[in-house]
């Protein structure tokens, strides 16, 4: 079963603009982490936050924990065409190695 | 960027073929993943490895066998090639395995496999 659904499918804006995606689960979890996926490429880490922690930053990225609600939140500041790609949450749900669960992520467009 | 090299890329075989696709890492990390992406899927997780000769299933583990007789290898093999493998599988490595809260993925350029 999928855990970790990201919000919207697909979203569209103007390079400059704020991009913002969310990523719902269900069970809890150890940790939450973000991906990104360019086209025909493998993902790439983006950031990691744990159970404990509400918010961290790297560089335009600011990524969001509530666990009360099961949700996570990805905020891209000034966005760039650069910035085009399909983005993924995964969760850890245990201490073991069995890899991550990805949701089914979310493509984000960015308008010159 | 890692060092994890996939191969074959782009493969185009016929059901009932035996299929084995390749990935090497030459960043000595303990645990590598096999990944399989389909549209309105997302990712699923086929098998995994946690050292030499320790594998365990996946998610989507049917119809798909593992091995990996060295640190930097992992192959993922399809007995009997069905058209419900035809994929993107990706291969990912983990220094620490990711129960730890430093267990992020570097994963590979990916393998497209096509089953006619």
């Known amino acids: 079963s999928q855990q970790g659904e990201e919000d919207p499918q697909a979203l569209s804006i103007q390079e400059g603009e704020n991009a913002t995606m969310n990523c719902s689960y269900k069970?809890?979890?150890?940790?939450l982490q973000w991906y990104r996926q360019n086209s025909g490429r493998g993902l790439v880490h983006l950031i990691l936050?744990?159970?404990?922690?509400r918010e961290k930053h790297s560089g335009r990225l600011r990524v969001t924990l509530d666990t009360s609600k099961k949700s996570s939140s990805l905020l891209i500041t000034a966005s760039r065409a650069a910035d085009t790609a399909s983005y993924f949450c995964a969760k850890v749900t245990g201490g073991g190695a069995d890899g991550l669960t990805f949701g089914k992520g979310t493509h984000l467009i960015i308008q010159p | 960027d890692a060092g994890i090299t996939q191969s074959p890329r782009h493969k185009v075989t016929e059901t009932g073929t035996p299929v084995t696709l390749r990935c090497h890492q030459t960043?000595?990390?303990?645990?590598m993943y096999w990944y399989r992406q389909d549209p309105g899927h997302g990712l699923r997780l086929i098998h995994y490895?946690?050292?030499?000769?320790?594998?365990d299933k996946g998610e989507v583990s049917d119809g798909y066998s593992v091995s990996r007789s060295k640190t930097e290898d992992f192959l993922l093999t399809l007995e009997s090639a069905t058209s419900s493998q035809t994929s993107v599988y990706f291969c990912?490595?983990?220094?620490?395995?990711?129960?730890?809260?430093?267990?992020?993925?570097?994963f590979g350029e990916g393998s497209r496999l096509t089953v006619l």
């Open positions: 490895s946690y050292g030499v000769k320790d594998t």
């Open positions: 960043e000595n990390h303990r645990y």
């Open positions: 990912a490595i983990s220094e620490r395995g990711t129960g730890a809260n430093t267990g992020e993925l570097f």
């Open positions: 069970t809890s979890i150890n940790n």
């Open positions: 936050i744990r159970s404990n922690e």
